[in-house]
């Protein structure tokens, strides 16, 4: 396991956008995000796999987020645009091995969308 420590949350305009960091402290191959609006189950965003590969997104999320990392620095980041107020949630960055699920989690940011 690692330690994850998310940053880059905040409050937007519909429509804006905002970039969310994961800084792991090591090497993970899978890195995803997820987020949990209030009163609803935690669900998956996108993920990636280490030296980039891998990504795949939720259908709520395709074409206006796009996952990225940088393994030289154990970060993935997640750029959102075009946010809308259904994207609320509190933001969670989590990790896995090529053969676990994943089983480090992030402390979460909170993005708010307002109408």
């Known amino acids: 396991q690692v330690q994850l420590v998310e940053s880059g949350g905040g409050l937007v305009q519909a429509g804006g956008s905002l970039r969310l960091s994961c800084v792991a402290s090591g090497h993970t191959f899978k890195m995803g995000w997820f987020r949990q609006a209030p009163g609803q189950e935690r669900e998956f965003v996108a993920r990636i796999w280490s030296s980039g590969g891998g990504t795949l997104y939720a259908d709520s999320v395709k074409g206006r987020f796009t996952i990225s990392r940088d393994d030289a620095k154990n970060t993935v980041y997640l750029q959102m645009n075009s946010l809308k107020p259904e994207d609320t949630a509190v933001y969670y960055c989590?990790?896995?091995?090529?053969?676990?699920?994943?089983?480090?989690w992030g402390q979460g940011t909170q993005v708010t969308v307002s109408s």
């Open positions: 989590a990790a896995g091995s090529s053969t676990t699920g994943y089983n480090s």
